[in-house]
């Protein structure tokens, strides 16, 4: 089974690890691949920092969301793919689901703007909307 691990880097990224852990659906026998897909800076922001800072920042931020999850993976003996995008997350996370041919994605409910959608995040729902790959959706 091909399994995408949506993360942002939030506690609800590490809920979802947990539960995922708890529940023994690791396995050597699935293919695993960890996506998180950084927001775009403000044009403005890009244009004043210039591309080759901008694309730092982004790599930057990739890396920080993705160290702490590749190391509990491993912890677990299961070796992802990892990758990071730059745009609107739900939609990102959707498109790349259906291209990637996944049979599931798991993701926690919210993210970082949990204030903003208290019943299930925007991304979330953005990602249920954007394609048809069934969602286990961690509280």
């Known amino acids: 089974m091909k399994v ?3 993360v942002d880097g939030s506690s609800y990224t590490k809920k979802m690890l947990a539960y ?6 690791y396995s050597p026998k699935n293919e695993y691949t960890v996506l998180t897909v ?15 800072l901008v694309q730092k920042y982004y790599e930057d ?6 160290a702490p999850v590749t190391k509990f993976l491993e912890r ?12 609107k997350p739900g939609e990102l996370i959707g ?3 259906t291209e990637g041919k996944f049979d599931l994605i798991v ?3 919210h993210g970082h703007s949990a204030l903003i959608n208290l019943v299930v995040g925007s991304v979330t729902t953005e990602v ?3 394609c048809k790959t069934p969602v286990l959706i961690v509280r």
Not at 61 to 66: D, P
Not at 76 to 87: C, D, E, L, R, V
């Open 4 to 6: 995408l691990l949506a």
């Open 20 to 25: 995922l852990a708890a529940h023994d659906m």
């Open 38 to 52: 950084q927001l775009v800076l403000p044009t403005q922001a890009r244009t004043a920092l210039g591309e080759e």
């Open 61 to 66: 931020e990739g890396l920080q969301v993705m």
């Open 76 to 87: 677990h003996g299961i070796n992802a793919q990892s990758i990071w995008k730059t745009g």
């Open 95 to 97: 498109k790349f689901a």
């Open 107 to 109: 993701m926690g409910s």
């Open 128 to 130: 249920l909307a954007a």
